[in-house]
C-alpha cells in the first residue's frame, strides 16, 4: 500500500521553485483567506496556500490594505499563490505581473469557477467553452511572469474526458507550470462525485506536474487519488476549512488533541476579527461555520446557534454551549452542510 506520508512529504519542483509538500490547499472564495491559512500554519501547515479568487480587473489597482481578498501576511509569500480570475489576456498579464512585483510563490488562473456572476463576465469556467481564449490567457501570462504559473480547471461544459484532455495540453503549451483539476463539468457544481478516471487521462496526457482535487475528506481518499490516477499531488479544498489541522495529520504525524473542535474554533473567531473589520469578519465566520458544523450530528443546529450571534463574544459562548454537551463527531462531513 503507497506510504502517503512519503509520496506527500516529497519536494516537487514547480516551474522555477521548490515545494516541500505535495499537499496543497484549494483556493476559496471567502474561505481561504489569512486567517485560514494563519490557523493552517498554526497547525503546521501544507505544501502551498491559495488565496482567495482576485478579480484580474480590479487588482492592479487593490490596496493590500483595506482590500478582503488581495491580504496576505508577508511572510507567507514563499509558499503563497495568488489566484486570479478574468477573461481579457492583457489584464490578466497586468494582474500577474503585480502578483509577481508582491513577492507571491506564484500566480493560478481560475478556469473552475462555475458561479453565475463570473461566468457572465466571461471569466472562471466560462473560458472553458473558448479553449483558444484560455490558452490566450495562460500564454499571456505566462509570458508577463517568470514565477509559476499555475491553472486550475474543471472537465468542461460537457461530461467528455477528451475535451479536459486537450485543455490540458493546450495549458502545458501555453508555459503553465503545474495544472490542478477538478474532475467535474462546469454546470455540476458540486453535486455528483468527481471522475477519478479522467484525473488519470489528465496525469497522463501532459508532463507538468497535475495535481488532483474534489472530495479528497479522510487521507484513505488521498491514498486512493495518488494510487488510481498516478496525480503529483493533492489539492483540498472543504476540509481544510473545516479542519485546517488535516494537512499537518496526513503528512506529519499530528495527532489532534482531544478538544481540538472547540479550540479550533475559538482560534478562527479570533483570527477573524483581527484580521477583518466586524462586518466582513462576521461575513467570513459565517460561511466557515457552514464547513465546521458538517462535522458534527446536529450540525445544522450548532451552525445557526453561530451565525446567530452577532459579536466574537456571542459566538465563544455559543461554541463553548455545544462543546460543552459533548457533540458527536461524523466520520464524513454531513453533505447537506458541505455542498
Ligand atoms: C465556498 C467555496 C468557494 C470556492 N471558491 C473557489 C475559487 O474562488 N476558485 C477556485 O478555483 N475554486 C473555488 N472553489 C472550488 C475548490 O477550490 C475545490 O475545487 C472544490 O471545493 C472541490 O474540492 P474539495 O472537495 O476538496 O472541497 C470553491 C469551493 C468552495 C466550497
Redesign the pocket.
Known sequence: MLNIDKRLNTPLRIGNKMIQNRLIM???????HVALRSLVRQYGGCGLY?T??CMARTLPAENRAVSPVFKWNDPELNTLVC?V?GGDPDAMAEAARRIEAEGFFGV?I?F??SVAVICKQNA?AALLKEPKQAEKIVKAVRAAVSIPVLV?YRTGWVDNPAGAVDLAKRFEDAGADAL?F?P?VAPDR?SRP?KQAYLGRVVDAVQIPVFG?????EADDARRMLETTGCIGV???????AKPWVFAQWTKGYVPVPDIYRKCGHQMVELLYFYFDPITAGKRFR?WAL?FSASFQFGHAFCLSLCRRKTPEGIHAAMDVFFDQSPRVNTRPNMNL??
Open positions: 484549494a483556493p476559496m472564495a471567502g474561505l481561504t491559495f482567495e479568487m489566484q480570475a493560478d481560475n473552475g469557477c472562471g486550475k490542478t477538478h467535474r458540486r468527481p482535487n474534489g472530495e479528497v475528506f489539492s483540498i479544498g472543504r476540509i481544510a476549512a460561511k464547513f458541505f455542498r
